[in-house]
Every structure is written in C-alpha cells, then in structure tokens.
C-alpha cells in the first residue's frame, strides 16, 4: 500500500463525551465557533487590540532590545502556526480558527469558513484543524476534511509544520547573522578574561585577551584544561605557556604560587591569579557560503538543544536550582521572561545581531522541544499518528482512543507547569542576566 494516497476513511469509532477542556487540550487551542453576530469587531476591537500593542510597546520603555526581542518571539509564534495552517489548507483540512493569543476574544473577524483573530493574553496562538480527534464531533458532510481522515504522510506533514517554520526562520537568522557580522566558532584554547595583579600570572606578563594554547606541551583545549594542568603541578613549579597574543604565539614562562585563601576548597592548591573562559573567533563567509553554514549548523545546534530539553525536564535538575545547590545553567529551568532579561544584556555587547543570533537559538529551541512524543504538544500527536499508521491493517485505518491518554497528558502538563512556574520564581529571584 502506498502511503502517499488517501485511505478510505471508516466510521470513526465511538467517540467518548468530553468536555471542554479535555477537547482543548487535544484539539491545542479553542473548540468553541462563534456565530457571525458573535464575532468582536468596530470600535471594541480596535481598542482591544490597540491596548495589548500599547502594553507590549511599554517594554520598549524600559529596554528597546526587550521591545525588539519580544516582538521577534511574537512572529516566531504566528509562523509556527502559519506553517500548521497552510499546511492544513494545502492537504484539504479544514481550518476554522487562527488566533494570535489566548483567552477572551478581543477582536476577530471571518474570510471564508475560517475566523481571524487576536485573543487577550498574548501568550501564544493557535491554529483550529477540525477533528483532531476521534472525541472531536463534527458535522458529517466535513468529515472528509478532518485532521483524523487524511493519510499519515499529511497527519504528519501538518502537525510538524510548526517546528519546520522555527527551524526555517532559525535557519534566515543565522544566515543573515553569518553574512552581516560573520560566524563566531569555538576554538581550542583559553581566554584569558581577568588576571589578578597580585598573582603569578601579572607577574609574568599574562594580560587579559591572552589565549593559553598549551601549557609545557600539554594542549589547552579549554578553560578546565587550564584549571586542571595547573592543579596537576606543585606550588613551586615553573610551567611555560605558550600563549597566542595579537596574532603572535608567544612562551611565557610562569612561576606558581599557592592559593592563600583560607576559605578557599583550593587553599594551598597551584595558583595562577586568572580566570579564564572559552576561545571564540570570528569566520567571515560569503553569501553562498553562510548559506550553507546556516543549514549545516542547524543540525549540531539541534542536537545540542535535544540534550539539553531531556536536563531541563529531570525534576532532579529542577529541585536543585530551587534549593540553591545547583548553579549549572545548562540544567536551570527559564521562561521567556528569563530570556527576554538575558536580551537586554546582549543588545547592549552585540547589538541587533546579537538579538537575532538570541532568537535563532531560542527557534531551534522550540523546534525541537515542540516535537517530543509528549501530549499536548505537536510531538504528541505526531506520535499518535506514527502509531495509528503502525496500527493499520489490509487498508483499513486505525483510530486511536485519545481519551485514554488524558491521564498522561495531564501529568504531562502537570511537569510542564512545574518546570514553568520553577523557571520564573528563578528567573525573577535570580535572574540569568
């Protein structure tokens, strides 16, 4: 059987009452159709919508790069769900809701069979695909254009357009960083960013910018192989640095001392005077070739962001940056206030190309986190569809009975709340920035 041509929809099984909210969680966004008459439109819309730009441009107030950076994470969200819109469109579905937003309607009006929108809480959006679900009622003329009654390959293609459109925006943003400012890569070594004037180092010649390359022939490839060469070596020892400085190398012969600070773990201990962190450089591309570069690098940034999704979900992790023992960043919970804090800084270093570098990022983030096999997320039931499409037997369509997963989608979202709630009393508390 091919899996490209439409399967011959059967009667949906019996779908089970839902209320409300359970058909929203599944459904990821309102269920409720406004009649015509209902919909909020003349001079109460306006004002609705006028209110949140104006409470959105108070940001602008305090940071322009907050202002910019929120409004970049706002158009990230619209074309995440553009992308399941189009896509619903394009495969026959029927799409009767697209929101920017959460809550209330504020204003709304409708083209075609499709209702248009901004909703009160400026948290998200969503896009509304009938019958996402076999516990999603429609009228029976439309079950042909429902989400459940097409083949897996377009379930699939529709559900993961969200991520597609963060990983295509992310992949715009890199290029556009990489031909206006260059690649910035790591590279093996040790910069050195503080050096103490009463210590060892200041005393052999070491200046800040400095990059430690080795240390008597053992290579540096970063800042804890610093730490730990020096600490292999006795307090008298005289180790020579061979030392990148202005394009030059250079061998500076550096005589330790010991660590005189008594509440320090490392009294006693080999001791330099500096802190260090890792080497950076700038690469200059050409147009084709930070083309390239922005896609080829998706993959390592995805890959790393995965890592770090399955950290930031240990409810380990959580418990310990809420209780001070922790202070690892890759592991601490944030929101996007967290981030949006974090804006301000690298506007003010690296202007608008540090805030675009930020959102590429922040969009291969979301991309990823959004498509874990977790409901409510899309990767949920992305995951559902793999299954039903595993479940198929001689052509005959399989519908799973999403009811019987709401226990899981709530522990789901109760963990999601939990790493939410925990991220911002840090983000406020402790800030990252």
């Known amino acids: 059987m091919s899996t490209t041509q439409e399967l011959p929809p059967p ?9 409300r909210f359970t058909s929203e969680v599944m459904a990821g966004g309102s269920v409720v159709e406004k009649a015509d008459d209902e919909l909020v439109g003349g001079w109460r819309g306006a004002l609705g919508v006028l209110t949140i730009v104006a409470l959105i441009g108070v940001l602008g107030l305090f940071s322009i790069w907050w202002l910019v ?10 074309l995440h769900e553009l992308g399941h ?4 469109r394009w495969t ?23 209702e248009y929108g901004v909703r009160a809480l400026p948290l998200g959006a969503f896009v509304r695909i009938i019958g996402m679900n076999n516990m999603d009622e429609v009228e029976p003329q439309d079950e042909d254009r429902t989400y459940r009654s097409k083949s897996y390959p377009r379930r699939l293609l529709v559900i993961s357009a969200g991520s597609i459109m963060h990983m295509l925006l992310a992949i715009l943003l890199l290029f556009t960083v990489y031909v206006v400012d260059g690649e910035t890569v790591e590279l093996p070594g040790a910069e050195i ?50 030392v990148q400085r202005g394009g030059e190398v250079i061998t500076v012969p550096v005589a330790l001392g010991a660590n005189t600070d008594q509440a320090s773990p490392l009294f006693g201990k080999p001791y330099i005077g500096v802190s260090s962190g890792t080497y950076y450089d700038t690469i200059e591309h050409s147009v ?51 981030v949006t804090s974090l804006s301000d800084d690298v506007g003010e270093s690296q202007g608008i190309i540090g805030i675009l570098y930020l959102l590429a990022v922040l969009n291969v983030f979301i991309g990823v986190f959004n498509m874990f096999p977790l409901l409510p997320l899309d990767g949920g039931h992305a995951a559902i569809a793999t299954y039903e499409r595993l479940r198929e037997r001689n052509g005959q369509r399989y519908y799973a009975d999403v009811a019987k997963m709401m226990p899981f989608a709530m522990a789901v979202m109760t963990v999601l709340l939990f ?8 983000d406020i508390t402790n800030p990252v920035g």
């Open 288 to 338: 084709p070739a930070a083309a390239v570069n922005a896609v080829v690098d998706i993959i390592p940034t995805s890959w790393e962001m995965t890592k770090g999704v399955v950290k930031v979900l240990n409810p380990v992790n959580i418990v310990t940056h809420l209780t001070g023992s922790n202070d690892d960043l890759a592991t601490r919970p944030t929101t996007l206030v967290g």
């Open 85 to 88: 819109f189009s896509t619903a």
């Open 419 to 426: 790493l939410f709630m925990s991220g911002l009393y840090l």
């Open 69 to 78: 950076f929120v409004v970049g994470v706002l158009v990230a969200i619209v």
């Open 92 to 114: 026959g579905m029927k799409a009767t809701q697209f929101f920017v937003g959460f809550g209330p309607r504020v204003w709304s009006f409708r083209r075609g069979e499709t």
């Open 11 to 19: 009667e949906v099984p019996s779908r089970r009452p839902a209320g």
């Open 193 to 242: 960013g503080v050096v103490d004037q009463t210590g060892p180092a200041y005393a052999a010649g070491l200046a800040p910018g400095d990059v430690v390359l080795s240390i008597d022939g053992e290579p540096v490839a970063g800042s804890s192989d610093l730490g730990r060469i020096v600490q292999s070596n006795d307090p008298q020892d005289t180790l020579m640095f061979e």
